[in-house]
């Protein structure tokens, strides 16, 4: 298998992950946690997503694929910013996350105002370190509030520990794309095959943490 | 100079496994963080529920001892004035013999019997001498004679020697079941069985009106039901109200046996 095999095949082993997060947050929706709802929400955008960018792949020889990609990474800042806002009914917690959403949203226009040639980095690597704060933050809230339960079955610790491994691993990548994608062109492929395996673990964990939020007498 | 693909990529390696192994040790750090604030929180409860029973040992005693002091107060103090007026009321009378003395003597003597009835439901006596079971048997037989209710005792097992403190808890906890089986479930007979085995077997069942456990608890009456189920606590006891029944009550009380 070459690079661009396995670049497919991850591709595709990423998608699936998208759908295992789906099958584990859709179901008996009405029932759910908020933040679980927001996750089959995020799950249904990245099918839908993934499925215009092999639309674009297929039938339009990659027009718009970039965009396609850039918005949906808006599309997930904001997902997972809602979702952490519907996760405590910390005052302190949720004024963070509005304000570091609305410093994104600056973030993302003014790259694509000012840095469009380095946009696809800057959108990507603001878009971590959102992550990062909310995840570290969302974190210290655990700490501080130490809820009675173990932490080990309740579903946001879950969706936080995918997230802040994901987007930690992810992070360098993000920073280092736009280079990448102007010196190494095809070779790219095997960085960003790892990125979708490591997005694969990524949906592997928010699918469990749906699993425990579902209704105990279905599970 | 630009890296190479193999220089790029190893330091693309080292710096993602940086920052997943910086993840891990911050999930790992909560985990173990809040596994010990846990801990430390339940060793906390744990103290301040020690504590309280500490305190109620320790308030259930102190009515004890002060229950002991009356009735020996009552006996050796009232009890002994009142007789030493009833000698000096009955010299009187044989040297005078009228009947307004007569009827001094006879208030006398109810007093007298009064204060012997108060002093020896402080503090039964018998408790103190013979132990439980001849204390619970004295109460029947009292509360027997003293009203139309059948108390009818029965024990099976041998005795095993209690704690003196255990043996007063135990013995309030009876006299409070027989108390309010008396007072409230109009019930013709009572009956209070006590069964030696591993464990210390009570009950006390009655065929009266019964009465809703819950009903006493939440409406704030069942202050008696309560010290009850704090004797029961300190002694390690369970303690069942059966009420769903045909007629009447049935309170059981098991008792751990210490030796």
């Known amino acids: 298998m070459d690079a661009l095999e396995i670049f497919n095949f991850s591709r595709y082993l990423q998608w699936s992950g998208s759908v295992i997060i789906a099958v584990a947050c859709l179901p008996h929706f009405k029932t759910r946690g908020t933040p679980i709802k927001i996750l089959g929400v995020y799950a249904i955008t990245s099918i839908v997503f993934s499925l215009f960018q092999e639309i674009s792949v297929q039938v339009f020889a990659n027009v718009g694929i970039n965009n396609i990609g850039n918005a949906f990474v808006f599309l997930e800042a904001l997902l997972f910013g809602l979702l952490y806002l519907n996760a405590t009914k910390s005052r302190k917690f949720r004024n963070l996350v509005v304000v570091t959403i609305s410093l994104y949203c600056i973030v993302y226009l003014f790259a694509f105002l000012f840095f469009e040639h380095r946009s696809y980095s800057l959108i990507r690597t603001s878009r971590d370190l959102l992550m990062l704060l909310l995840a570290l933050t969302y974190f210290y809230y655990l700490i501080q509030k130490l809820p009675e339960e173990n932490l080990l079955r309740f579903p946001m610790f879950w969706i936080n520990v995918a997230v802040i491994f994901f987007f930690s691993g992810t992070f360098f990548l993000s920073f280092m794309v736009d280079y990448l994608v102007s010196v190494l062109k095809n070779d790219l492929a095997g960085f960003w095959a790892f990125r979708n395996v490591f997005r694969f673990s990524f949906c592997l964990v928010l699918a469990y943490s749906g699993w425990l939020d579902w209704p105990a007498k279905e599970r | 100079m630009e890296p190479s693909l193999s220089e790029f990529t ?63 107060d009552l006996h050796d103090s009232i009890g002994l004035m009142l007789s030493t007026i009833r000698v000096i009321v009955h010299a009187r009378q044989e040297q005078q013999g009228n009947t307004a003395t007569d009827q001094l003597k006879t208030m006398i003597d109810d007093t007298i019997d009064s204060v012997r009835r108060i002093s020896r439901d402080l503090m039964p006596p018998s408790l103190q001498r013979f132990g439980f079971c001849q204390a619970v048997r004295d109460m029947c037989n009292q509360y027997a004679s003293l009203s139309q209710v059948r108390v009818e005792l029965n024990q099976t097992g041998l005795e095993v020697d209690q704690d003196k403190s255990r043996e007063i808890m135990l013995f309030r906890i009876v006299q409070e079941l027989v108390n309010n089986a008396l007072k409230h479930s109009n019930s013709p007979v009572i009956r209070v069985s006590i069964h030696w085995k591993e464990m210390l077997v009570i009950s006390v069942e009655d065929e009266g009106v019964g009465f809703n456990v819950h009903e006493k608890k939440n409406n704030g009456s069942g202050l008696g039901l309560f010290n009850m189920q704090n004797r029961a606590k300190i002694l390690g006891a369970t303690f069942e109200y059966e009420n769903q029944r045909e007629r009447g009550t049935l309170a059981t009380v098991c008792v751990p046996i210490f030796i």
């Open chain 2, 10 to 72: 190893i330091m693309f390696s080292i710096a993602t496994m940086g920052m997943v192994v910086l993840a891990l040790a911050i999930v790992f750090f909560v985990l173990f963080y809040q596994r010990k604030m846990l801990e430390a929180k339940l060793q906390q409860q744990k103290l301040e529920v020690e504590n309280q029973e500490k305190m109620l040992l320790a308030t259930l005693e102190s009515q004890e001892n002060e229950r002991q002091r009356l009735s020996r």
